[in-house]
């Protein structure tokens, strides 16, 4: 059974940075592309960032410059950090893993495979 363990959200001052993780269980990690979703209220999932099993990354235009994404396969864990936090960033989280074609980046959510049940994040201006 795959799990996809996602922590690190809380509230935070504008500004501020957070780390996010997500640890997984149950998967080949090292052999899975993993990326990172958000979802506002009364708003469609987005793709935030995303990261190949080689490490190759993909960042959505309203994050670049600001959230970094990274992976430990010893640990069997993906990271996003945060930085210069916005209000706009106020979402929901989570984590994803897509095993079929990990040496792409899709920003499609129904292309991936496994998801976390997700962190809240939330930006106070």
């Known amino acids: 059974q795959v799990q996809l363990v996602e922590s690190g959200g809380r509230l935070v001052q504008a500004g501020g940075s957070l780390r996010l993780s997500c640890t997984a269980s149950g998967l080949t990690f090292s052999s899975s592309a993993m990326a990172w979703f958000r979802q506002a209220p009364g708003k469609e999932r987005e793709f935030v960032v995303g990261i190949t099993r080689s490490g190759r990354t993909a960042y959505t235009d309203s994050v670049k410059g600001r959230f970094t994404i990274s992976r430990d396969n010893a640990k069997n864990t993906v990271y996003m950090q945060m930085n210069s936090l916005k209000p706009e960033d106020t979402a929901v989280y989570y984590c994803?893993?897509?095993?079929?074609?990990?040496?792409?980046?899709?920003?499609?959510?129904?292309?991936?495979?496994?998801w976390g049940q997700g962190t809240q994040v939330t930006v106070s201006s």
């Open positions: 994803a893993a897509e095993k079929r074609a990990p040496w792409v980046i899709s920003e499609t959510p129904n292309q991936y495979d496994y």
